[in-house]
């Protein structure tokens, strides 16, 4: 089975500190994601990744970047946190032509 | 461009009673389609796939879906509802060519209430 692991299940952090949101999957996937989800909102792609230094933005990306050294891990940063940015964060991981598999998600809080 | 778009917000079962979950979709190319299941403070689970072969799909926990490309459907039924089921299910629509870059577009989803 894929596995998709999210280094926090909970985080709380204050406004304006740099926040790292960490993502490792073990099936040597291509392509990564990283979502929030929002009520009422849904999912809505921030970043994805499709090869080991290559990132592409996604609907949402203003105030989100993201690092992909090695294939297996994908991080999200949050250059300066703001509270409009607590959310659950979820990342996903795929083949190319596969469908995406989950991690268990981050719920982030900004105080 | 594609969008789906999920007909109820919330549905209300009882236990051992049909579950019926509905999806419409557009797409600008041959979709791949999927539901996705999502309980409580979890991730995203792949329940099934819909990938241009049978329009019958079976997938996991006895949950099956059916693709209707004349009305643009993808609906997820179950025969009888088991108190696990209850959680908030996705309807996705992909289109899957490398170039497109696996992207996903997520339906609004529908919360799933089992009652005794």
């Known amino acids: 089975d894929v596995k998709v692991t999210q280094s926090s299940r909970y985080l709380v952090k204050r406004t304006g500190e740099k926040v790292f949101l960490e993502c490792v999957q073990d099936m040597d996937h291509e392509n990564m994601f990283w979502y929030r989800q929002d009520p009422g909102l849904g999912l809505r792609l921030i970043y994805f990744?499709?090869?080991?230094?290559?990132?592409e933005k996604g609907d949402i990306p203003e105030g989100y970047s993201v690092s992909r050294e090695k294939k297996e891990r994908f991080s999200l940063i949050l250059e300066s946190a703001s509270t409009n940015q607590t959310s659950m964060y979820l990342c996903?991981?795929?083949?190319?032509?596969?469908?995406?598999?989950f991690g268990d998600g981050t719920r982030l809080s900004i105080l | 461009a594609q969008s789906v778009t999920q007909l109820d917000s919330h549905v209300s079962v009882s236990e051992g009673t049909p579950v019926l979950l509905r999806c419409n979709y557009s797409?600008?190319?041959?979709?791949?389609l999927f539901w996705y299941v999502q309980h409580p403070n979890k991730g995203l689970q792949l329940l099934l796939k819909y990938t241009s072969a049978a329009t019958l799909v079976k997938g996991i926990n006895g949950f099956e879906a059916e693709f209707k490309k004349s009305e643009t459907s993808f609906h997820l039924t179950k025969p009888s509802a088991h108190m696990s089921d209850a959680a908030e299910y996705f309807c996705?629509?992909?289109?899957?060519?490398?170039?497109?870059?696996?992207?996903?577009?997520f339906g609004g989803g529908t919360r799933v209430l089992v009652k005794p």
């Open positions: 996705v629509v992909s289109d899957l060519r490398k170039a497109a870059g696996n992207k996903l577009t």
């Open positions: 990744s499709y090869d080991v230094k290559m990132k």
């Open positions: 996903a991981s795929s083949e190319a032509g596969q469908p995406q598999h």
């Open positions: 797409s600008s190319y041959s979709p791949s």
